[in-house]
C-alpha cells in the first residue's frame, strides 16, 4: 500500500484534490509552478522517510463559535490527500450508514434530511455532543485504531508523522478530564488532531467508528446517526433514552471523551437544533443567529464590491452558496428579507 501512496499517478491526483477551488491562492501557485520538481522531492522523501510535516498557520473562526483552525503547508495537504486515498476504503467499509460527516455522497444535507425522517417516526429525541472533541481526541488510542485496519507499518510510519505533527497544537483548547484508573502521568497523554486536516477529518469518524456500532448493536437503536461529534438517538420512551443516555457516557468516557451536561430526552415536537437549523417533524428552521451572521456578511461584501474591492462573480458565488444551504429549511420568507435589501447591479465592462 505504501507504493501506491507515493506513487507518481497517486500523488499527481492528491495535488488536483487539495488545490481544488485553491489554485489563486499564493503557496498552491508557487508549488504549482514547480509542479513535477514539488511531487517528486515529495515522492523521493515519502520513499526515503527523510519526509517530515511543516509548521501549521493557525487561526481563529468565530461563526457558529470560536474555534482554532490549523492549516498545514500546502505540501502536506497534498501528502494527506495521498495518504487518504488509499487507506479511506479500507474504514469506509466498515463505517455505519448514518455517519454524515466528510463521507463521500453523505453530508449535512443529507444528515438534515434523516434527522427529520426520524423524527416523523419517533416522538422523542436526545440529542448528544461531545465536550472538546477534537482536542480530546487521544492519539493513543487513535493509533491502535489505525493499527488495527492498517497492516503495512511503512503506512503507519506516514500516520504516525501526520499524528505527531499535530501534538500540542490544540493543547491550549483542552481542558484536563481524569477517568477512573488515570494516575498524574494521564496529563502527559498526547491528544488533539488539528482541525483543518483532511485526515483529522477523516480519522474522527474512525476514532468513533466502533461507538457507532455499539450504539446501533448493542443499544439497538436503530434510529440514530451522527454528524462528527454531534449525535441523535430517536426513540418511542423517554425511560428508554434516559438508559441510553448513561450507557453512552460510560462507552465515550473508554474512548477518553465526554459530553455536553445538558443533554437530555425531549419531544421532537417542540424541535432540535441541528447543523445550523431547528428541526421539527414537518418543517425545518434556520437559526436565527444563523441568519443575522449572514446578513453582517453580505454587508461586508457588498461595501467591498461598491469600492471596487470585490470582483462581481464572486459576490454572487457567496449570495448563491447561502441560498443554495438554506433553501434546504421553510426559509422563503428570510431569503426574500435579507436579498431585499442589496439590489446588486453588474458593474459595466
Not at 53 to 63: A, D, L, R, T
Not at 120 to 135: A, E, G, K
Request: hydrophobic share 40%; charged share 25%.
Amino acid at each position: 500500500m505504501y507504493e501506491q501512496i507515493l506513487s507518481w499517478e497517486n500523488l499527481l491526483l492528491a495535488y488536483r484534490k487539495a488545490s481544488r477551488g485553491k489554485r489563486s491562492q499564493s503557496n498552491v501557485a508557487a508549488f504549482e509552478y514547480r509542479l513535477e520538481e514539488n511531487l517528486l522531492t515529495l515522492q523521493a522523501e515519502l520513499r526515503a522517510k527523510t519526509y517530515r510535516p511543516g509548521v501549521y498557520h493557525s487561526f481563529y473562526i468565530h461563526e457558529p463559535k470560536q474555534r482554532l483552525i490549523s492549516a498545514a503547508p500546502f505540501r502536506d495537504r497534498v501528502v494527506h490527500h495521498a495518504l487518504c486515498n488509499l487507506i479511506e476504503p479500507l474504514f469506509e467499509r466498515s463505517f455505519i450508514f448514518d455517519s454524515y460527516a466528510n463521507r463521500l455522497g453523505k453530508g449535512t444535507h443529507k444528515a438534515l434530511r434523516r434527522a427529520q425522517e426520524f423524527a416523523r417516526q419517533h416522538p422523542y429525541v436526545l440529542q448528544i455532543d461531545i465536550r472538546q472533541f477534537f482536542p480530546s481526541i487521544d492519539l493513543i488510542l487513535l493509533r491502535r485504531i489505525l493499527a488495527h485496519a492498517i497492516h503495512d507499518g511503512d503506512v503507519i510510519w506516514l500516520c504516525d508523522q501526520i499524528l505527531n505533527s499535530g501534538r500540542g497544537v490544540l493543547s491550549g483548547q483542552y481542558e484536563m478530564v481524569y477517568f477512573p484508573g488515570d494516575d498524574l502521568f494521564a496529563a502527559l497523554r498526547p491528544r488533539g488532531l488539528p482541525i483543518g486536516n483532511l485526515t483529522s477529518q477523516f480519522w474522527a469518524n474512525c476514532y468513533l467508528s466502533a461507538f457507532d456500532h455499539f450504539v446501533k448493536r448493542h443499544l439497538r437503536c436503530l434510529a440514530y446517526l451522527r454528524y462528527v461529534d454531534d449525535m441523535l438517538l430517536f426513540a418511542d420512551d423517554k425511560a428508554l433514552l434516559w438508559d441510553w443516555k448513561e450507557a453512552v457516557e460510560t462507552r465515550l468516557a473508554g474512548l477518553r471523551l465526554t459530553i455536553h451536561s445538558g443533554a437530555q430526552p425531549h419531544r421532537v415536537t417542540q424541535g432540535f437544533p441541528f447543523l445550523g437549523f431547528h428541526v421539527f417533524p414537518q418543517k425545518r428552521r434556520l437559526k436565527r443567529r444563523k441568519g443575522l451572521y449572514f446578513q453582517r456578511k453580505l454587508r461586508r461584501l457588498y461595501q467591498n464590491y461598491a469600492r471596487g474591492e470585490l470582483p462581481y462573480e464572486k459576490l454572487t458565488a457567496s449570495v448563491k452558496g447561502w441560498v443554495n444551504h438554506v433553501r434546504h429549511g421553510n426559509t422563503i420568507g428570510l431569503r426574500k428579507a435579507v436579498l431585499s435589501h442589496f439590489v446588486i447591479p453588474a458593474r459595466e465592462v
